[in-house]
């Protein structure tokens, strides 16, 4: 079987997830093409040869990232099955229940999910203080026995059945009215950090990481690492930034980063 996954990481929790099911289903000699999901390979598309489509993203601030829903937005797949895996921290609503919907509507047949808790990497670097308790217990927030999950999931979803939606989230109903109260209110939906990201030019070595992992292209070196506006919030540039030279405004400085997976 020809099997495509699309990811999209921004600190690396999803690139982990994706690389293991690739092992996976390689040891049950299935043929799979992994592709990081960017502005870039979105142009490209999808090998329409694919037997098998599976999308991996994290889930942030309730929602996937931008980029996962217009590439499913582009596909038209005659009925092709696809599955999704996820990584997220302790809230997700229903972002995957929502793309899930999608791959429906442009005819796929939704043959499995998984979901794996992971650090909330967005919740990190916005409130966790470095070497803070926060921090701490944030990042010892995962699933447990991940590669024994994954090959039972390769071999439920090899069968091609068709799964049910995940049931809306109990808490939704009431909370995202709230949240979005106090959005509102306050201005503080996760896009308002868009414009604030900036490089410290005094401690940047110019190592071009930030520039080449940027799903939106965002980034630029012209004389000093500049942003953009076309910007997704992955937070991609700030956990790996080697130096920790990226900040959100005064947000960022003494907060804590996630550079790595960790406790695997």
């Known amino acids: 079987m020809n099997i495509s996954i699309h990811y999209y990481s921004g600190a690396g929790n999803t690139k982990h997830i994706a690389k293991k099911l690739e092992q996976a289903f390689k040891r049950d000699a299935h043929i799979v093409h992994s592709v990081k999901i960017s502005k870039e390979s979105n ?5 329409a040869d694919f037997d098998m489509l599976g999308i991996g993203f994290p889930i942030y601030f309730r929602e996937a990232p931008e980029l996962v829903s217009e590439l499913l937005k582009s596909l038209d797949s005659q009925k092709k099955p696809i ?38 990497t967005d919740f990190l670097i916005l409130f966790a203080k470095k070497n803070s308790l926060m921090e701490h217990s944030l990042k010892r927030i ?8 994954i090959d039972h999931f390769v071999a439920s979803i090899t ?3 068709s799964v ?10 009431l909370d995202d009215r709230i949240v979005k109260y106090f ?12 414009g604030q990201f900036y490089s410290d030019p005094e401690t940047c070595t110019q190592c071009m ?5 940027c799903p939106q292209h965002n980034i630029v070196l012209n004389g000093q690492i500049r942003f953009g506006l076309d910007c997704d919030v992955c937070f991609n540039c700030v956990h790996n930034c080697p ?14 980063r996630y550079k790595k997976v960790e406790l695997y």
């Open 209 to 213: 990481r930030c520039v080449n992992g």
């Open 83 to 120: 599955f999704f895996f996820t990584t997220k921290g302790m809230y997700s609503g229903n972002a995957l229940r929502n793309l899930m919907e999608v791959a429906k509507e442009r005819n796929f047949q939704n043959i499995g999910f998984i979901e794996f808790f992971m650090p909330g």
């Open 43 to 47: 142009a490209r598309g999808v090998d």
């Open 159 to 161: 069968k091609n059945s």
């Open 164 to 173: 049910k939606m995940p049931p809306k989230k109990w808490y939704t109903f």
């Open 243 to 256: 130096t920790e030279s990226i900040q959100i405004g005064e947000i960022t400085q003494e907060n804590a």
């Open 142 to 149: 995962h699933s447990r026995q991940i590669d024994q999950k």
């Open 183 to 194: 959005e509102d209110k306050y201005d503080n939906h996760h896009r308002a950090y868009i």
